[in-house]
């Protein structure tokens, strides 16, 4: 079993930044390839980004690019997002997700675990 715990969320002008951290704890092991998923209210989990284990390949959804930044160390065993130029339509809880394998995807489905969800907010 692994739990994931995102911390970070609140409430931003446009414009402005947020960092995101996903700690992971339990058998971690099962956990390699993570990802950042959101949700807008009425809407469907979105991909957002993810990472391998190494941390040496990143991929980003084409709406975040240039945008947001995720990065990982496994040490501490946290996953990062830092999110600049924030937009109103980025608002959506947030969600950190890990799945065995060492390479990730883009479809939720195929990650094990889940963390509760951090609330971003960005006001006009």
């Known amino acids: 079993q692994v739990q994931l715990v995102e911390s970070g969320g609140g409430l931003v002008q446009a414009g402005g930044s947020l960092r995101l951290s996903c700690a992971a704890s339990?058998?971690?092991?099962?956990?390699?390839?993570k990802a950042w998923f959101r949700q807008a209210p009425g809407k469907g989990r979105e991909f957002v980004s993810a990472?391998?284990?190494?941390?040496?390949?990143?991929y980003y959804a084409d709406s975040v690019k240039g945008r947001f930044t995720i990065s990982r160390d496994n040490v501490k065993k946290t996953v990062a997002l830092q999110m600049n130029s924030l937009k109103p339509e980025d608002t959506a809880v947030y969600y950190c997700?890990?799945?065995?394998?060492?390479?990730?995807?883009?479809?939720?489905?195929?990650?094990?675990?889940w963390g509760p969800g951090t609330q971003v907010t960005v006001s006009a």
């Open positions: 339990g058998r971690t092991t099962n956990a390699n390839a």
């Open positions: 990472i391998t284990w190494s941390g040496g390949q990143t």
């Open positions: 997700a890990g799945r065995r394998d060492v390479t990730p995807t883009t479809r939720a489905g195929d990650y094990e675990y």
